[in-house]
């Protein structure tokens, strides 16, 4: 068994390739339930008339600009995640030479 990690302790940062894929690909499928179950419900067509009346935005365009909006709303859900998950040793170092 190995010994606890001392306090201190920093595991190596992962490459970021790895990180991206971690917040993308998550929020790219969660993006896709949530467009099929919104558009499901709301037509693209109706949503614009609410939203852009003078616009000239078809139904392809709207289920592509909604995916993009619930991808990036999904993303940046990720994204905070990881954020808040970073060890703490990495913004809490402390300068051995001033203590």
Same mark, same amino acid.
């Given at each position: 068994m190995k010994p606890p990690c001392p306090a201190d302790c920093d595991p190596a940062p992962r /490459? =970021?390739?790895?990180?991206?894929? =971690?917040i993308l690909w998550p929020s790219f499928f969660a993006a896709g339930v949530c467009t099929v179950v919104f558009f499901a419900l709301?037509? /693209?067509? !109706?949503?614009? !008339?609410?939203t852009f009346p003078g616009a000239d935005i078809?139904? !392809?365009w709207g289920y592509t600009l909604g995916f993009f909006a619930f991808w990036? =709303?999904?993303a940046s859900s990720s994204l905070f995640t990881w954020l808040l998950l970073r060890p703490a040793s990495r913004f809490n170092r402390v300068d051995r030479r001033r203590a």
């Open positions: /490459p =970021a390739l790895q990180r991206w894929g =971690a709301v037509d /693209p067509l !109706e949503w614009r !008339e609410l078809g139904r !392809e990036t =709303a999904t």
